[in-house]
């Protein structure tokens, strides 16, 4: 004999099976087993800094995109020619390499003082480069940005301007996703907060975030003018999806 109790979930289960149904040829699912046709799209690997910490993990995706057939286009400073470890890859300049060992003022123990000199020579640059983004963008069509994101804005304002899709790479968590657990020695502070007192994380998570936003408050207007005159709409860093190159507990301070 059925119980009571099975005969009243029976209907419940009709109804609720027959909800996943309705969902599933509304939403218009694709079987897993079907290949979806993907045209090739040309793709724009833009980064200010240059050098091999910051190009080397985005041009690892760009050579999976060559294989399958997309177009990759590499902007960055000076001349990177790795030919025989990207083949297929083009470059496109942004003019001589500016962080040299003349015009950098860099000590051994890299904090975010010692990066104001890099934001006082990207800010200066930012017309120049976001022109060249820009035309880079039109004359190959550009479907895709990925831009590293460390002092990169004219590559991620392109984008967004443009209003293309844009991923942003760096190795600086806090740059981008930043988590209450943790920090970096840029900052002053330990990679790690776990075991931090608690005003140490609460130096790290608030005060020091103020601090490094009023080191940079004269670098952030200057560019924010430069935007008005060139009626450049700002978006704040704004990405569609940002890849972080490291793990917890592993970040390397890399000497531009």
Do not use: W
Request: proline share 6%.
């Amino acid at each position: 004999m059925i119980s009571k109790n099975l005969i009243f979930l029976l209907p419940i289960l009709v109804l609720l099976l027959n909800q996943v149904y309705v969902n599933a040829v509304a939403q218009d699912y694709v079987p897993r087993n079907i290949d979806i046709e993907r045209s090739p799209k040309n793709i724009l690997v833009g980064s200010y800094v240059g050098g091999r910490s910051h190009l080397k993990p985005m041009l690892d995706v760009a050579t999976i995109l060559i294989e399958r057939g997309h177009n990759v286009i590499l902007l960055t400073t000076g001349n990177y020619e790795p030919s025989s470890e990207y083949p297929g890859l083009k470059q496109i300049t942004l003019g001589p390499k500016y962080l040299t060992a003349k015009n950098r003022d860099i000590q051994e123990d890299v904090d975010y003082r010692s990066l104001a000199r890099v934001m006082e020579l990207t800010t200066a640059a930012y017309n120049v480069n976001y022109e060249k983004f820009k035309n880079a963008a039109k004359e190959n069509n550009i479907d895709l940005f990925i831009c590293d994101a460390f002092v990169n804005q004219p590559c991620i304002d392109v984008a967004n301007n443009l209003n293309k899709p844009v991923v942003g790479f760096t190795s600086f968590m806090q740059l981008m996703e930043p988590k209450p657990y943790k920090s970096d020695p840029v900052f002053g502070c330990n990679i790690s907060l776990e075991n931090e007192p608690f005003f140490e994380r609460f130096r790290c998570a608030l005060v020091q975030p103020l601090q490094i936003a009023y080191a940079y408050r004269p670098f952030t207007r200057q560019l924010n003018d430069i935007r008005d005159q060139m009626n450049i709409k700002s978006v704040s860093g704004k990405v569609s999806l940002a890849l972080i190159d490291t793990f917890f507990g592993f970040e390397v301070i890399y000497i531009l």
